[in-house]
Nanobody
Framework: QVRLVESGGGLVQAGQSLRLSCEASGRTFGSYPMGWFRQAQGKEREFVAYTNRIGGWTYYADSVSGRFTVSRDNTKNLVYLQMNSLKPEDTATYYC?????????????????????WGEGTRVTVSS
């Protein structure tokens, strides 16, 4: 059984930064791509970022590109989401998710059906 636990959320002002962490259980963490998604109140869950198994290739939603950075440390079973220049519209609950196999298209990366394990989420609130 795989367990993902997000942390690092909180309340910040617009323009500030936060770093989210996602810790995964299991000895095969480095074998799987990982994604970050977010869900604002009353809205559907949306894709934020994707990283391949070793972190050498990443992809971002247009809304966060240039401000957010996804990285991972496979020795610690951790994946991170560094969020800079935060905006009120970034307010949401952020989730990490594991993909059971590599994903090659942007459309597929954004599809929640291509991820098999999800964390419980961590809340990010950005005030204006």
């Amino acid at each position: 059984q795989v367990r993902l636990v997000e942390s690092g959320g909180g309340l910040v002002q617009a323009g500030q930064s936060l770093r989210l962490s996602c810790e995964a259980s299991g000895r095969t963490f480095g074998s799987y791509p990982m994604g970050w998604f977010r869900q604002a109140q009353g809205k559907e869950r949306e894709f934020v970022a994707y990283t391949n198994r070793i972190g050498g290739w990443t992809y971002y939603a247009d809304s966060v590109s240039g401000r957010f950075t996804v990285s991972r440390d496979n020795t610690k079973n951790l994946v991170y989401l560094q969020m800079n220049s935060l905006k009120p519209e970034d307010t949401a609950t952020y989730y990490c998710a594991r993909a059971p196999s590599p994903i090659s298209t942007a459309q597929a990366m954004a599809d929640i059906k291509n991820y098999d394990y999800w964390g419980e989420g961590t809340r990010v609130t950005v005030s204006s």
